[in-house]
């Protein structure tokens, strides 16, 4: 069974950086694109950022777009999610997912396409 657990998240002050974890117990994680979402109360779930299998394409949504980084560590089985300059607006859910999927920006940034869902961790931004 696939496990998706996500770590690093916080109360943070307007403008800090947070580094989100997500550790992922599958027996072939460098076959998975992964993904970052993230929803806030009342709101759908949005798209953040995602990774190819192999790592070398990525994707970010507007939301984070050239404020935040997203790597992984194949040897770690774990995928991270790197954001600077954080805003009261960024408070939500933040979930990882992982997909076996051949790698396109309308498929990698479609959660219908990730079959595999972390329990998320909540980041609060303070103003």
């Known amino acids: 069974q696939v496990q998706l657990v996500e770590s690093g998240g916080g109360l943070v002050q307007a403008g800090g950086s947070l580094r989100l974890s997500c550790a992922a117990s599958l027996d072939t994680f460098s076959s998975y694109t992964m993904g970052w979402f993230r929803q806030a109360p009342g709101k759908e779930r949005e798209f953040l950022t995602a990774?190819?299998?192999?790592?070398?394409?990525?994707l970010y949504g507007d939301p984070v777009k050239g404020r935040s980084t997203i790597s992984r560590d194949d040897a770690k089985n774990t995928v991270y999610l790197q954001m600077n300059s954080l805003k009261p607006e960024d408070t939500a859910v933040y979930y990882c997912?992982?997909?076996?999927?051949?790698?396109?920006?309308?498929?990698?940034?479609?959660?219908?396409?990730?079959?595999?869902w972390g329990q998320g961790t909540q980041v609060t931004v303070s103003s």
């Open positions: 997912a992982a997909a076996k999927l051949r790698w396109s920006s309308t498929r990698s940034m479609t959660r219908q396409e990730y079959d595999n």
């Open positions: 990774i190819s299998w192999s790592g070398g394409s990525t």
